[in-house]
T-cell receptor
Framework: KQEVTQIPAALSVPEGENLVLNCSFT??????LQWFRQDPGKGLTSLLL?????REQTSGRLNASLDKSSGRSTLYIAASQPGDSATYLC????????????FGQGTRLTINP | SAVISQKPSRDICQRGTSLTIQCQVD?????MFWYRQQPGQSLTLIAT?????????ESGFVIDKFPISRPNLTFSTLTVSNMSPEDSSIYLC??????????FGDGTRLSIL
């Protein structure tokens, strides 16, 4: 059974810092990995999708890496801003077609002005 | 990406009652899914809503408790039946076109008294 773990559970940093969120999964037989953010009272916003053949994806100040063999992914946020405050969720895609996503419990990030 | 609307956005219900949650998409999509996010937990896939046929349920979820309908390519409903306090969760609808990332609605926040 695939299990996804995110560390730390919560993180508070001052504005402007670069930071790394970690995600690990127990079974390396995944198709893709996806990072989301969830704002309070809102649904999920997709940030980055890394296909299993890729090692990283970048979008603006966000960079996500994937190491399937070690069962790890990281989300790097550069020059953090208060608007980045949210819960960040990592999900591995374990089924193609009608995708099944297995989520971690998330990292609650607070950026202090 | 598709715009997903869920109704109601939140509700407080009495135990033993049932609630139907609606998910409406502004364009036709191939697949629709229902997830549950219990307090402090990660998202868990309940089922895939299949157009014109019975939903496909994940392990631990049954049709009697979570009946799902999908009459067309833009609409689905999830009913939470005979509710108990353990059903207090956020219920999220997501949509996907083949080989594309999933996109999520804002969710329905359900509390059972």
């Amino acid at each position: 059974k695939q299990e996804v773990t995110q560390i730390p559970a919560a993180l508070s940093v001052p504005e402007g810092e670069n930071l790394v969120l970690n995600c690990s999964f127990t079974d390396s037989a995944i198709y893709n990995l996806q990072w989301f953010r969830q704002d309070p009272g809102k649904g999920l916003t997709s940030l980055l999708l890394i296909q299993s053949s890729q090692r990283e994806q970048t979008s603006g100040r966000l960079n996500a890496s994937l190491d399937k063999s070690s069962g790890r992914s990281t989300l790097y946020i550069a020059a953090s801003q208060p608007g980045d405050s949210a819960t960040y969720l990592c999900a591995v895609i374990v089924r193609q077609g009608a995708q099944k996503l297995v989520f971690g419990q998330g990292t609650r990030l607070t950026i202090n002005p | 990406s598709a715009v997903i609307s869920q109704k109601p956005s939140r509700d407080i219900c009495q135990r033993g009652t049932s609630l139907t949650i609606q998910c409406q998409v502004d364009s036709q999509v191939t697949m629709m899914f229902w997830y549950r996010q219990q307090p402090g937990q990660s998202l868990t896939l309940i089922a895939t809503a299949n157009q014109g046929s019975e939903a496909t349920y994940e392990s631990g979820f049954v049709i009697d408790k979570f009946p799902i309908s999908r009459p067309n390519l833009t609409f689905s409903t999830l009913t939470v039946s005979n509710m108990s306090p353990e059903d207090s969760s956020i219920y999220l609808c997501s949509v996907q076109d083949f080989n594309q990332p999933q996109h999520f609605g804002d969710g329905t926040r359900l509390s059972i008294l």
